[in-house]
């Protein structure tokens, strides 16, 4: 890169991508040419910069100039300006929403004053379809490393030290995973990554195999080092297009270079990688379910144990670890354990990427160390919350996790407090919040999706997750009853209980830690036949205002179900046990006199014979 | 060695023992609905999917499964705890919430392993209502798929792919919406389904059950135009008994032949008389080629294949299309039945064949396919009218309300009725090809047979063989029950490298002692041991052991056939195969 004057980084993420950051660089690139700058000005694609927000992105080296919504048009007015003249285009710098200034550099913008990037360390700084970008920012320096100089003893001892545990969700110490995997015996084993992320909003995995492809291919060759395999998986969702193509460019260059392939660095190790390609299907992230599907068997879970560990893909010894997992791998090779379990807290080491998402300002990935607080994440990253509404809850974990509260707005993200709050860390999942959010819409939203996304294979995830559902939907639509509550507690805490799989057993979490945190919603949606927020549109209420109502009738006549009574010239009173919420009467006032409430309107009743006590 | 605590009692089991095997030991019989197993016929379904099994582990964090979690040394466990039961319950809740209510009108009613949880578990009330699971109803000439009442317990799929390799069944769809189903939901008559129905024999509930044809019986035997013979399939008598309470393994064939004429049967005769039957043919069959063979003859196929099941047969048809030269040419012994009853029977009394009804009463629901293929009838007239199972006829004596347990011993009538001691013991695997070497030994030797008991060919493994000693040649007799097994089996005759003269192949473990129609076995492998012991035990009291010494057949030769093999033998007693194995491609492109 060093004869190089400048570099203007494109951001080639699947977001931006679908913002024409494809059609960016082109113009970049053309401009570039056109003004006969190609020996001093390169312009690149890179992986996600995080800030989805405000994609397409473009990030100009060395003084990490930061545009924000760059349209191809703007192309010129970039390489002119900035490039050409220096001076920094100031329409396309990232506006602060407190100081209402723009900020002339990435390094004192809020949404990465406070990020660490250890697993996103390459991602909008390197080329992904390009191995030697990777390696000047020491891609496989790691792998020669072990190769070279460590046992695969001394290896795993050292990711064990450096405290990593798993990204996926369940926290598993990653050094312990291999160390078992390495100890059972097998004629052959095999590295599966985990490439199947499923939560709804969640992209983190993504993000880092479009953007820095290598670090997770390295980390699976130090792994098959270590555990003596030879051959690599990676399981990824068909949905992935770009991150399969970058994968696939990425596997073919470092083979050309023999950092892949047979006896890397001229040592008697050998490792391959395949791809292997999920339909989709959440449970298949589940990693027996994963195994089976690999197999070409219906993607299910079994038991545990026999763990993969022990007899996995093909009946073999095999470690199932997620992308997130995997590229943190070669930065603690290089930089050490010790430097590794600085980071974080005493039981959560290094960094957790999260994809931020919901009611907030700062819409995007970003990557944090351990222990950092909701409130950091909120306030400071994110920017707050969307429109300075009230912050309500931020829901973590994805389908398996829980709402998080206002309380635990100070409580340190790391796998067991999260886990001590009703939620779990998950694989980076947060969505946030706010008073427009009804809460019992929430765990039905994630109900919805479990329904959808159960194997079907053990009865209380297949028959429980619909009823769940089933009884979600009954409240929302205001036919909730008081026994409800107790079918939505016993129902949680049975399939938590007794379902098969991981899937099955967190399902539940949504409805139960909403219920924890936000019971007086659902009592409000059982007793009162009200929402709060609003969302719930069987909740809300048509009502005519005795002041605006002139008594003209005309909603009457075109009530289908004669809801309406009044007498012409008299304001006029709707029957709410009548009324089926059409909204016909409030598209014929003329009047405005028509109304949505949240809260039944009690004060009107009707007696026996249809005349109105008020 | 490992030692527990299973509700306060001390356990000590071998290491790798379930929890629920630990329990049995400990005298605790923990409930369970998806698991099924025989343990001797090496048959297990353990997907731990219905979770109605589970049990309290001390330190554990959530509730353990029993049929698939191992026990562990110090485990403390609880078995009825206030978690469990509760879990239990709202578990069977679920699953009922996704069940049809229709109890008093399911085939299965009385039978039914979710209704026994339902009783056993004091469910009164239904919290849990909700949506159904509703699925398209699949009738097939034996089998018919009600899938609505599936609960995913995986045993038929079980069955068909692990044990019989049929590969017709598997899971479909996810979620909610999952149910075992063929390929792309398609008919189980467009699949590769041999009927064999041993889906139908460990399915729990009534998603699986026999197409029942005993309304059209009954239609039968109250028209008085109708002269309506039937014939009673050798394993029937040793498990019909259980349907009215009698021990496994009673053989009650008396009462079950008074039972019959009770119902209203014209003429009550024995399948093993035909049996006897298949035998002559068969086992002249086996001598020619053997012959030819020894005489150098290269279009002489060997090894033989038994045909007398028509599970079996429907396998081949669609498995092996290359080798349909290969089984023998014979009818099954309720075709040949059906071919003489409806010919020499029919005339001998004087009954045109229109005014004849034949009804079998098989172990089998592949015999209902069979007696309606084409090429078992003559103008469209079928020469076995209805085939029933061994339970259709327990319940229709109920239906009767003939009381069984006092019935007399009733003796069958003549002349096909009359049998041997080798016609009984064709309801064991083993069995037909002891049989036919008790026959073919006189016929090639000109000897008699000292030893009657070919004991080498008896036993419940999977595959067998012996070599059979026929005055110097040396017959390899190989031995396969369950479709799996014969698959291997068969698998080498494609490839040339059979050792065997000639195969005997049932299509259900145990042969037809474990047919489909049987009396449900509930996963008690004793019940087949028992009912196979019974027939051995008939053969012994049998005067007459040999099918060639039948006097009733030696008869139906002269005054009839001719010889064994002749051309109206042929034209009567023996059949074609056809290749099946494309139907399913022409069906999905259409």
């Not at chain 1, 970008?133 to 290896?155: C, F, H, N, Q």
């Not at chain 1, 064990?160 to 052959?188: C, M, Q, V, Y």
């Not at chain 2, 379904?45 to 979690?69: D, Y």
Request: proline fraction near 4%; charge should be negative; aromatic fraction near 6%.
């Amino acid at each position: 890169m060093s004869h190089y004057k400048m570099h203007l980084l494109v951001c080639a993420g699947t977001g931006c991508h679908s913002s024409e950051s494809d059609l960016v660089y082109e113009m970049l690139h053309d401009e570039v040419e056109r003004k006969g700058l190609s020996n001093d000005v390169q312009v690149i694609r890179t992986g996600c910069f995080g800030f989805c927000e405000k994609g397409p992105i473009v990030k100009v080296l060395p003084d990490n100039t930061f545009y924000t919504e760059v349209k191809p048009g703007d192309a010129q007015e970039i390489i002119d300006e900035h490039v050409i003249k220096g001076r920094k285009v100031e329409r396309l710098l990232y506006l602060d929403p407190e100081t209402n200034e723009h900020v002339l550099d990435s390094k004192h913008m809020g949404f990465y004053k406070k990020q660490l990037r250890v697993a996103l360390r390459n991602c909008g700084t390197i080329d992904p379809e390009n191995i030697d970008e990777s390696i000047a920012r020491d891609a496989y320096m790691a792998l020669g490393k072990v190769i070279t100089e460590m046992t695969p003893r001394e290896t795993i001892e050292l990711i064990k030290r450096s405290g990593l545990r798993g990204r996926g969700g369940a926290g598993f110490p990653t050094g312990l995973k291999w160390e078992i995997t390495s100890k059972n015996h097998g004629d052959r084993k095999y590295v599966v990554c985990n490439a199947d992320e499923g939560d709804p909003g969640a992209f983190m995995d993504r993000s880092i195999l479009e953007g820095d492809p290598h670090s997770v291919l390295e980390a699976m060759a130090i792994c098959g080092y270590c555990i003596g395999a030879s051959e690599g998986l990676i399981y990824i969702r068909a949905e992935y297009p770009l991150a399969i193509r970058r994968l696939r460019i990425a596997i073919s260059q470092a083979q050309s270079y023999g950092l892949l392939g047979e006896n890397i660095f001229g040592s008697d190790f050998s490792f391959n990688i395949k791809l292997r390609y999920g339909a989709g299907a959440f449970v298949c992230g589940e990693e027996t379910a994963l195994i089976h599907s690999m197999e070409g068997l219906r993607g299910e879970p079994t038991n545990k144990p026999p763990f993969p560990a022990e007899r996995g893909y093909l009946g073999k010894p095999t470690c199932v670890n997620n992308v997130e997992t995997f590229a943190n791998i070669p930065v603690i090779v290089l930089k050490g354990a010790e430097w590794f379990a600085s980071i974080g807290t005493e039981k959560s080491k290094g960094t957790k990427v999260f994809a931020l998402a919901g009611k907030i300002n700062n819409v995007g990935l970003i990557e944090v160390p351990m222990g950092i607080t909701l409130r950091e994440i909120i306030y400071e990253i994110g920017g707050g919350v969307k429109e300075g509404k009230k912050f309500k809850a931020v829901q973590t974990g994805g389908p398996s996790g829980g709402c998080l509260t206002e309380k635990h707005l100070d409580t340190p993200i790391d796998y067991e407090s999260l886990m001590a709050a009703g939620s779990m860390m998950g694989s980076g999942g947060m969505i946030v919040l706010d008073e427009d959010d009804c809460m019992v819409s929430v765990a039905k939203f994630y109900l919805d999706f479990i329904v959808e996304e159960s194997c079907g294979k053990c009865a209380p995830c297949r028959i429980g997750s619909k009823r769940l559902y089933e009884t979600l939907d009954r409240i929302t639509l205001g036919k909730g009853e008081q026994e409800d509550i107790e079918i939505l507690k016993n129902l949680g805490m049975v399939m938590k209980d007794t379902a098969l799989c991981g899937l099955g057993q967190t399902a539940p979490n949504p409805v139960l830690s909403t219920l924890d945190n936000f019971k007086e919603e659902y009592l409000e949606h059982v007793n009162e036949k009200k929402c709060r927020s609003g969302q719930c549109r069987d909740l809300l209420y048509y009502v005519i205002l005795e002041e605006e109502c002139t008594g003209c009738m005309a909603c009457t006549r075109v009530c289908p179900t004669h809801a309406i009574i009044g007498e012409r010239r008299n304001p006029h009173v709707i029957n709410q046990e009548v009324c089926i919420k059409c909204g016909a009467c409030m598209e014929k006032c003329q009047f405005d006199a028509i109304s949505l409430q949240k809260d039944y309107p009690r004060e009107v009743q009707l007696t026996t014979n249809n005349e109105l006590t008020v | 060695m490992i030692e527990l605590t299973i509700d306060k009692k001390k356990v000590r089991v071998e290491k790798g023992t379930t929890i629920l095997k630990a329990a049995r030991q400990a005298g605790i019989e923990i409930p369970t609905l998806c698991h099924y197993e025989l343990c001797d016929m090496g048959i297990e379904n353990k997907p731990g999917g219905c979770r109605i099994c589970v049990v309290e582990v001390e330190g554990r964090r959530n509730l353990a499964p029993s049929c698939i979690t191992e026990a562990q040394d110090g485990m403390v466990i609880h078995t009825h705890s206030i978690r469990v039961l509760n879990a239990r319950k709202t578990v069977l809740r679920l699953i009922i919430s996704d069940h049809p209510f229709d109890c008093l009108v399911c085939a299965k009613s009385g039978h039914c392993d979710l209704q026994d949880l339902a009783v056993q578990f004091g469910i009164r009330s239904q919290p849990y209502v909700g949506e159904q699971s509703r699925y398209r109803k699949d009738t097939s000439p034996s089998i018919i798929r009600d899938v609505d009442k599936c609960i995913m317990c995986r045993r038929c799929e079980m069955i068909c792919n692990e044990v019989q390799s049929v590969g017709a069944l598997a899971a479909v769809n996810r979620g909610f919406m999952s149910v075992v189903a063929p390929a792309f939901e398609m008919n189980l008559e467009d699949s590769p389904c041999t009927y064999c129905g041993q889906c139908v024999s460990v399915c729990p509930t009534g998603a699986l059950t026999e197409k029942d044809h005993t309304i059209e019986i009954i239609r039968a035997l109250s028209n008085p135009s109708k002269t309506v013979v039937v014939q009673t399939a050798p394993a029937v008598r040793a498990a019909l008994g259980e349907e009215f309470g009698m021990p496994a393994g009673t053989l009650v064939t008396g009462k079950m032949v008074s039972a019959l004429r009770e119902l209203g049967f014209d003429y009550v005769f024995d399948t093993d008389f035909s049996a006897d039957l298949t035998i002559m043919e068969e086992g002249t069959e086996l001598l020619q080629r053997v012959r030819g063979y020894l005489e150098g003859d290269s279009n002489v196929r060997l090894p033989i294949l038994t045909s007398c099941c028509p599970g079996w047969v429907n396998f081949f048809e669609h498995n092996y299309p290359d080798l349909l030269d290969v089984p023998s040419t014979a009818k099954s012994p309720q075709q040949m039945f059906g071919a003489i009853a409806k010919s020499y029977f029919a005339e001998k009394i004087g009954v045109k064949r229109n005014d004849m009804i034949v009804v079998s009463v098989m172990p089998c629901l592949a015999k209902k396919y069979e007696c309606q293929r084409d090429e078992f009838k003559v103008g469209g007239n079928p020469d076995v009218d209805y085939s029933i199972s061994t339970r259709e006829l327990a319940s229709f004596i109920k239906q009767a309300n003939i009381d069984f347990l006092e019935l007399p011993d009733g003796e069958f009538d003549d002349p096909l009725g009359e049998s041997t001691g080798a016609a009984v013991i064709f309801g064991n695997t083993g069995g037909v090809i002891e049989a036919a070497c008790r026959t073919a030994y006189e016929l090639y030797t000109g000897k008699k047979l000292e030893k009657v008991d070919f004991h080498e060919l008896r036993g419940m493994d999977g595959i067998r063989s012996a070599t059979i000693d026929f005055n110097g040649l040396e017959l390899n007799i190989g031995i396969a029950h369950g479709l799996r097994n014969a698959r291997k089996l068969l698998d080498e005759v494609r490839e040339g490298k059979s050792k065997f003269h000639a195969i005997e192949v049932m299509a259900c473990p145990g042969g037809c002692v474990g047919g489909a129609g049987q009396p449900f076995n509930h996963g008690d492998s004793g019940v087949l041991g028992k009912r196979a012991a019974a027939l051995y035990a008939a053969d012994q009291e049998m005067p007459i052991r040999k099918s060639h010494e039948n006097p009733s057949i030696i008869k139906l030769y002269e005054e009839f056939l001719g010889e064994p093999g002749s051309e109206l033998a042929h034209k009567l007693l023996h059949t074609e195969y056809f290749a099946k194995s494309n139907e399913v491609t022409i069906h999905l492109q259409g």
